[in-house]
């Protein structure tokens, strides 16, 4: 008899940080998008979106992104912006679902802008860390449509008080509480479980 049993689950979402994606809109505005799929190699982060999204339509269009780390605290403002599309054409199946189309995310969820340094879209102010950068390239994922999105970092800023004591450059990951979605629901982190050995390494060599 096995430890494990087959299952054949309709998504893989095992947890990963929330972004609020910022994207520009085609009369100049930000659109903003929350999701989950996101990784991070060196400077380069890769996002997986829907390619009915308005987010799809702006990066193609106009290849410029902000990624907004919300931390733990702002998760009902996260929440707001569930079930919303910029996108007013918006897809049956989203219909279906129960979206609705909203033009202005930051005063939905009750966000504020905050002009970002490298790209045209806004940054959102209450997020403690933004992250800018350029679409270095599009990758269709196959049906349903999917995009991944690699993006090239041009810029990082966060609220001082997340920086290690000493290091004018290094994150205190004993600060950071992001804020986690697992499958459908949100979470935050637990405290540090055990020492690191990959820490041995100094973080200034993966510069
Ligand atoms: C917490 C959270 C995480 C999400 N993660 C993703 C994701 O990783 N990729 C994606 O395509 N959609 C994700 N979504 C759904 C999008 O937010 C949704 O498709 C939205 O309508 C896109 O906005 P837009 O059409 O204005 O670009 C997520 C939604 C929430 C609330």
Redesign the pocket.
Known sequence: MGTHVDIDPAILYFGTP?VLLSTLNEDGTT?L?????VFWLGRTAVL???GS???ARNVRERPEIVLNLPNVDLVTQ?DR??L????AAMSAA?AERG?VHVSDKYAHAGLTAYGSDTVLPTSVTECPVHIEGTVAALHDLGEPKLLAVEVAVTAVRVAPELRLDGHDHRIDPDRWRPLV?SFQQFYGLGERVHPSRLASIDEELYR
């Open positions: 929330v659109n998008m929350p999701m989950s799929s997986g979106i829907g999204s308005q987010t996260v912006l569930a919303t599309t910029g996108n989203k979206y979605m």
